[in-house]
């Protein structure tokens, strides 16, 4: 099989010309940006997965189009490596350099990626391309397929799915189908048959009830929630919301993102009886955060953090009653909430680790330990096993109902990616387990009270940070400027960080009382406009502020 890179060149020239000279960077979630300028972007990245498959001896790269939590005119691409992973590090920036040169340029860089990674383009490649519900989707999938098609590679498009469906097709056939079978319906059996399992006909349990409401976003999620529903033998009833249909847009006012920042539920929330179980999920369906309204009408948040917890306590216990000696270990970011690291460490005497913001650095963490679970208080994780786990556990499974209970969990957890709806049935199975509503979830220890603030910068890669993003080290003073001003706050921290995709700067910020929060987190983006090139709008200032 010969190649023509002339090909390449005349399908970018034709069809996708480079049509925006800013250069954009290849970040935690791939490439993100208003659609009308990611279609040279989308074609470049069909020939990079193609390169990449034969690059990994003809295994299969997955392209997920979505973005994710952002607003509807965003779109985005990200590639998955063949378990299911983000793309390879080293990778990140071959992936920046061939989507920042010119067309007359795209010929000579392919040539120089096949070159210096010795790739052999005679070989076959296989390409799984997924994409979400946005109405431009549809045109930057063909932009990838194209991509793929120009160097000859064979792609496999499967249209609308979530971002963890395709992260599980990948692996699936990367595994020769001993993860499953890789597709959608494949995808539902596996899930479906493990929850109903672990149910077991028990639909309600103590003070469990099986009611939810499923905030969809807008997004694929909801549309995969009713697919959900279809084939499931009633053994979860769920209210879906924000399903797509109609006027509402992508992630308006709605879905995990919007739930978990702005703290309150979504605008078109349907009343609900208090302490009803809502869930909200993200436009492509891979983060999950819960909240209720309590008696006095009060909004309350179950966060990633919330999750985390729940599921390392119901871990402990099924390998405690299993009798098996396996490594535990929790993945946090520095977002989550220290008053969950106090309970994880103190209460449930589970490891905890910290590493940097993003699922690369979580789940590279989480493969360390033959069980490790990984959140971000923004909903996003999973749990991994190892071999050695998967071993042990089935063994144990021949005499020990809870090493039994432990396999059906690893059926149902899909161990590639944060997966909304995978996650939730498994907290639905936990909170049936053990006979818990809400209130005695959120009983298990008090958040301290948290606040995020964005601060516009010239540029963000003035800020650079070590210590999993939790100490800032330039610009130089800055660090010790925020260790003073959190010193003057009980249980007080705060940290700062750059955005992965545009020009801002993260602060978080938690203490004691919400009105402490909110001042720690003014005074601490002040320091930032003032030491960090700040460009926009002066912040608001709380009416309690210090300065």
Known sequence: MSINLRTVYAFAREMYPKVSTEHVQYGTAGFRG?????????????????????????????????ASHNPEPDNGVKLVDPKGEMLEASWESIATDLVNVSDQELEQQVAKIIKENNIDVTTSSQVFVGMDNRYHSPRLLKAVADGVIALKGNVKEYGIVTTPMLHYFVVAANTKEAYGKPTEEGYYEKLITAFELLRNGRLENGNY?????????????????????????NSLNVTVINQGIGPGK??????????????????????????????????????????????????????GDRIATLVAGFLVELVTQADIDLRLGLVQTAYANGASTDYIVDELKFPVSCVPTGVKHLHHKALEYDIGVYFEANGHGTIVFSDNAKATIAKAAESKPSAKTLLLLIDLINETVGDAISDMLLVETILNHKGWDVKDWIATYNDLPNRQLKVKVQDRNVIETTDAERVCVKPEGLQAEINKVVANYKRGRAFVRPSGTEDVVRVYAEAVTKEDTDNLAYEVG??????????????????????
């Not at 972007?41 to 990079?48: E, K, N, S, T, Y």
């Not at 009611?211 to 084939?231: C, E, H, P, S, T």
């Not at 006012?253 to 009343?271: H, I, L, N, T, W």
């Not at 002040?526 to 300065?547: F, M, N």
């Open 526 to 547: 002040i320091l930032v406009q003032k030491l960090a090139g700040g460009v926009g709008p002066e912040l608001t200032k709380p009416s309690s502020a210090h300065l």
């Open 209 to 233: 009830r099986n009611n939810i409401v499923f905030d969809g976003a807008n997004g694929v999620g909801a549309r995969k929630m009713l697919q959900f529903l279809k084939r499931m033998k």
């Open 250 to 303: 992508i992630n308006d006012e709605c879905g995990a993102d919007y739930v978990k920042v702005q703290q309150r539920p979504p605008k078109s929330m349907p009343e609900a009886e208090p302490f009803t179980r809502c869930v909200s999920v993200d436009g492509d369906a891979d983060r999950v955060v819960y909240f209720f309204s309590n008696g006095k009408g009060e909004f309350q948040l179950l966060d």
């Open 34 to 66: 208003k659609a009308e300028f990611l279609d040279s972007v989308m074609f470049r990245m069909g020939v990079l997965a193609t390169l990449r498959s034969r690059f990994r001896g003809g295994a299969v790269i997955g392209v997920m189009i979505t």
